[in-house]
């Protein structure tokens, strides 16, 4: 195995040190011209993942994780998408980097895995065909090294019997063994990468948590850099040390898994939070949910793009809400963007928003 | 929700104390057929496998298993969308497992379902004033101030503008077509609401945006529901009383207190463990479930969680344990299993599931 930088060292790089990231996105947007104009569907976003951790970004769907994702792959369609900003891997950039140098780069040292392995993996062919031909295509191993590293991997994500199963097709593995399957797809070639998007949306909680021990263990073992794609706030607390809330395409608060779910201090997060009801929590109460719905990325609310469901505007003097978009700050750390005061929105937090949250 | 709610018809009410629903042995087994051009039945899906269930008026059951349980079927099966293979079905005091259509026509009005998804059980040709005033034009229900009128207050009921029901379900977000959904449902004032993963589709702000109004519903106009949905902290949230289910049977039935709290079954136990909750400071522990659910054409003998519970004896795959109450229980909360769990929510030894 290639050799790789160790948990500890990561979590020491965290934070802002001098040092460039491993994963560093800095200022991206990504614009899409349709019939009824710009949709800007991701704006401004800067973060970095370090090898051996996992950064969970969550957020409601068209909140841009999606396509804030494809473009770290470099999967968007050239001729309709307008990409600007810097995308590092490794200190490489990918922006505006040769179309076979992306090939290259994905699949071997950036891997991909879906909500749905059906949309990745082909029907026609066998499992241990589809993931030794992933293997062929960046290692130029022969067909025998391939099947046997095909092997190898099913073995590792647990897949029952792997020396016959290797030569089913999708459609005779149940949902749980198809996912394990794509991830043993995804990890065939020890990738730094892996941006897991929606991994267990699709799976019962059972499941998903064999699913996230999985990618857990490989992460500990192979020091793997992940970006843990969900919409669901448990899910990035068990597997994550960082997390970025996006919406509207921009990152509203970012921070550790501890700083962001037990010290929230963005309106939206707190909505997040008091939206989920929780296996303990007071049941006789209605739950409080963001008010509204998101806002049409053509059309963006001036000011803060939150404004318009925003419980706490009034708070903000000089009503720069509406007007002026506040920036994530500080720069490094617990991260905001959000006009209340630090006092003011840590006595919110502590007044309001914590007690409800049981 | 400021708007008066209103229910304007009368109908069969069950004797006090008598449940609005009830279901005993209920079965639904899908033939599995084979040949060519001879087909022949080889075998069965054990898709609903002999439920015992009551559901009161104005009471919220919950439901809740892993996908391919029978849930949905069970909701299809209460909603006479489909016959039962066996067993018997009431609803307010009439038998009514295998009522005609037309038999069915009085009660149909009264019970009601509720779809996962706002996309494809909304006909995308019709206006919102079509799909709302449906139900009411296929009984002949002419509501006082005319079936425009009515899909207008119930628009209002479920926080939708009344001026849009000339509007297409395209035209809506996700949150508002399952509020269109809630509305067709309510138009013809039922008594029994069967939503089936109603907000399973929705991001958590809409998810409960959903929910707040399915409880001020059922508060306002006293609709009894059978909740289904795979998120147990939803249904907890939702439903006074919890149907745990397993491969077409229920394994474990309580009031949410008990359930969620001292749950007996090891299914139970087991699923309530895998749940993330958003708190880094939860350690619960997880007991590890290995494999899948087993085939439902092929139920394993006995009791149907043992192959993948880590507490199976041999007793397991020979005796079928029944839905019973347990010494310590509480009236109303049933287990069926033979070694049941003491009823705290730590993590019994040993953790792992066996090897199969
Ligand atoms: N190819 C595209 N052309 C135009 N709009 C797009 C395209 N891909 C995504 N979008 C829009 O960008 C926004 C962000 O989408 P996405 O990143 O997929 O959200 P999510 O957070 O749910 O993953 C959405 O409004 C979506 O409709
Ligand atoms: N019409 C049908 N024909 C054959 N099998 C069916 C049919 N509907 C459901 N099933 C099977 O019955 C079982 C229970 O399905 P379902 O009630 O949809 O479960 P759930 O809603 O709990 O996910 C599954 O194995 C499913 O494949
Ligand atoms: S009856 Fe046996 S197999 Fe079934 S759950 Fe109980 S201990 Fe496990
Ligand atoms: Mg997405
Ligand atoms: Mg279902």
């Known amino acids: ?358 | 929700m400021s708007n008066e709610l209103t229910l304007d018809k009368p109908s069969a009410t069950p004797a006090t104390g008598e449940p609005l629903l009830q279901l005993s042995g209920v079965k639904k087994h899908f033939p599995v057929m084979d040949g060519l051009l001879f087909k022949r039945q080889v075998g069965a899906v054990h898709a609903v496998d002999g439920i015992d269930l009551d559901v009161h008026a104005n009471e919220s059951v919950g439901l809740v298993g892993e996908s391919g349980c029978g849930k949905s079927t069970l909701g299809r099966v209460v909603t006479r969308l489909l016959e039962p293979t066996d067993g018997k079905l009431t609803y307010a005091g009439q038998d009514i497992t295998h009522a005609s259509r037309k038999q069915l026509a009085p009660i149909r009005s009264e019970i009601q379902m509720i779809f996962q998804d706002p996309y494809s059980s909304l006909n995308p040709r019709h206006t919102v004033g079509a799909i709302i005033g449906a139900p009411m034009e296929i009984n002949g229900i002419n509501p006082k101030g005319g079936v425009q009128n009515r899909v207008q207050e119930l628009l209002e009921t479920v926080g939708l503008n009344p001026e849009h029901y000339n509007r297409f379900p395209h035209e809506f977000s996700g949150g508002q077509r399952q509020r269109i959904g809630v509305a067709r449902a309510l138009s013809l004032s039922p008594k029994l609401i069967v939503a089936d993963e109603p907000v399973s589709a929705l991001d958590v702000s809409i998810q409960a945006q959903v929910v707040n109004l399915l409880q001020q519903l059922q508060k306002d106009l006293g609709i009894a529901f059978l909740f289904i949905a795979h998120d147990l902290s939803i249904v907890r949230h939702f439903s006074q009383r919890v149907a745990v289910m397993y491969l077409g049977k229920i394994v474990e039935i309580a009031d949410r207190k008990s359930l969620y709290e001292s749950p007996r079954h090891p299914y139970t136990h087991a699923l309530l463990s895998a749940v993330p909750e958003a708190d880094p400071d939860d350690v619960r522990e997880r007991i590890r479930l290995v494999g899948d659910v087993p085939s439902p054409i092929n139920p394993p003998t006995g009791c149907r969680f043992r192959t993948r519970c880590w507490k199976a004896q041999d007793k397991c795959a020979t005796e079928e344990p029944p839905l019973v109450q347990l010494s310590g229980n509480l009236d109303g909360h049933l287990t069926a299993c033979h070694f049941p769990e003491d009823g705290s929510t730590a993590v019994p030894e040993p953790r792992a599931a066996k090897e199969l």
């Not at chain 1, 064999?210 to 607390?237: N, W, Y």
């Not at chain 1, 996006?246 to 608060?253: D, H, I, L, Q, S």
């Open chain 1, 1 to 358: 195995m290639t050799t790789l930088a160790k948990p500890e060292e990561a979590a020491a790089d965290r934070g802002g040190s001098s040092s460039s990231p491993f994963l560093s996105v800095r200022d991206l947007s990504v614009r899409f011209s349709t019939e009824d104009g710009v949709v800007r569907a991701v704006d401004n976003l800067s973060f970095s993942v370090e090898p051996g951790t996992t950064l969970g970004i969550v957020g409601e769907s068209g909140s841009g994780k999606s396509v804030t994702n494809l473009a770290v792959l470099g999967l968007h369609n050239p001729d309709s998408t307008e990409i600007t900003g810097s995308i590092r891997l490794a200190g490489q950039e990918l922006v505006g980097a040769p179309v076979r140098e992306l090939e290259k780069l994905r699949g071997n040292t950036m891997a991909m895995i879906f909500q749905d392995p059906l949309t990745a993996l082909s029907p026609f062919h066998t499992i241990g065909k589809q993931i030794g031909e992933t293997y062929r295509k960046h290692t130029g191993a022969s067909k025998k090294e391939a099947r046997d590293r095909a092997i190898e991997m099913l073995t590792k994500v647990g897949i029952p019997q792997p020396t016959t199963r290797v030569d089913d097709y999708p459609h005779q593995f149940s949902g749980g063994m198809r996912q394990r399957a794509m991830i043993a797809m995804s990890l065939v070639c020890n990738p730094k990468l892996v941006i897991a998007d929606e991994p267990t949306t699709a799976l019962d909680v059972t499941v998903q948590a064999q699913i996230l021990d999985l990618l857990k263990d490989l992460q500990q073992e192979m020091g793997t850099a992940i970006i843990l794609i969900t919409h669901d706030l448990g899910v990035v607390a068990k597997t994550a040390q960082d997390i970025m809330v996006m919406y509207a395409g921009r990152a509203v608060e970012r921070g550790t898994v501890r700083e962001v779910l037990k010290n929230p201090q963005h309106p939206y997060t707190w909505g997040l939070l008091s939206s989920m009801p929780s296996l303990t929590g007071p049941v006789d109460i209605p739950l409080r949910p963001v008010r509204g719905t998101p806002p049409s990325l053509i059309n963006l609310p001036t000011g803060c793009p939150f404004n318009p469901r925003c419980d706490h505007r009034e708070q903000v003097v000089g009503g720069k809400c509406t007007t002026e978009r506040p920036p994530l700050a500080p720069e490094t750390g617990h991260a905001t963007a959000c006009h209340l005061s630090v006092g003011q929105k840590q006595s919110i937090f502590i007044d309001q928003i914590q007690p409800r949250l049981g």
